[in-house]
């Protein structure tokens, strides 16, 4: 007899099926056929989260003024009045009038003057996001860091750390190069879907093309600043439709510095480039985040093309042409099934999800050669069985990652068949130990009174006999005596 499994069955995991077929599988799903020029990248998108491309995700490297970002996350969080003033303080210029070689490329800057005190908070974080104005980012630091741009800087980390960034640490707030301020791609992606997910201000900034500053001594009628990222410049050969902010990063060249803080003028390298930005089309949304794109050729000089662009616009065209939304399970599609223990006119029960999936995959990508993988709560049921009972879960793997998880839920109600419980009930105390010995003692009782029935009527018949004999005046009859002669 089947019995009933009370205790659910950790990790009863029954793979459906896995076929690879079709004219891409699953292990390439998500791979560029073009070269990528950036030592890091990481493409999500965020409609489904998706991770489209991951290449050196967790490689520590330097941000330059993508850095600005958090920068930016730290103050939207911490400012309460945009439209209050800010000080703009000497100790935030004095570092790039230093003999520090690692600025001698230029510092972008948005001409905000020292001591100029007609600057909001807001302006301030127009000029860090769309001029990448390194003198916005230590005025930001110095007034939201308490006059103190350590102490900011502080407040940077700590901020990383709480998003769950485990591969990054700043040292200032621009990004300016220095060995001690790096992230990866990926913790720079999980800073930046923080910002937009938790600020609506920060693409309302970031995704602005030009800003009024406001007037200083330089510019008494105010001026207009234009954001850094050619690919939304409508007249720039890198310009992609759709694309909007965030921030772009240069670094020409990296000085490291000699164990007692000197920089080291012959160890020198060539720097990189670093981009992130956010895109649409057709109800498609990504994020890229890259880092490591070479400033310059081998030889030293100026890159043809900005490789950085390059990489993000040859990505968008990747995936708005060849991605699309795909159903992979259907509503009420039955999955698995489940034994039922006296089931009505039924021995199973269909397990089913109870929604449609639909995920991003490449359009050549052939649906079967994702795994689904069911995992239930039960080996059997005894019925009754109601309809909707939550039994398992199904997991939807494509090249090793989960795509979802998804409920599984019993496809209908099974009533509990009645002649088979009785049935049941019936073999259950026949097959005890107690019912067989109360069977051979009943046979027993029987067998002894049939003896007993037989030898008792044996002997009532001779009675009856007797009294039949005197009843009639018949004497018993005598042995006659026989002489011997």
Known sequence: MRKVKKIALILSIILLYTVFAGSLSASAAFKPKFTLHSEGVYMVNTDTDIVVVSKNADKKMYPASTTKIMTCLVALEEVKDFNAYVYCPYAAYNEFSGSNPNFGGG?????????????????AL????????????????????????ENFVRMMNEKAAAIGCRNTHFSNPHGLFDENNYTTPYDMYLITKYAIDNYPRFMDICDTYSYEMPPNENNPDGYLIAHTNKMMQPTS???YEGVHGIKTGSIDRYYYKNEDGTFNYDNVEYGSRALVTTAEKDGFHYIIVSMGAPYCNPDGTSTET??????????????FNEFEYALVINKNEQISQIEVDKGKNADKVGLIVTENFYTLLPKSL???TIQKICTKNAEELEAPVEKGAEMGMLELRLNGETLTKMKLVTEKHIDLDMAEYYKEKIMN?????????IVILLVVLIILFII??????????????????????????????????
């Open 429 to 437: 105390v026949i097959e005890t130990p107690q019912f067989v010995a």
């Open 452 to 485: 007993t029935s037989s030898i008792r009527n044996s002997h009532n018949r001779r009675v009856a006999e007797m009294q039949r004999r005197r009843k009639i005046g018949m004497a018993p009859q005598k042995k006659k005596n026989i002489r011997r002669r």
């Open 306 to 319: 900005l490789l950085s662009f390059t990489d993000h616009i040859n990505l968008y065209d990747w995936a």
């Open 366 to 368: 052939d649906t079967s």
């Open 237 to 239: 050969e890198y310009y």
């Open 126 to 149: 127009y000029a860090l996001m769309v001029r990448s104005a390194c003198e916005a980012a230590n005025i930001i630091a110095y007034n939201v860091g308490g006059e103190s741009i």
């Open 107 to 123: 510092v972008s800057n948005a001409d905000i003057q020292p001591l100029q005190n007609n600057l909001t908070y807001m302006d």
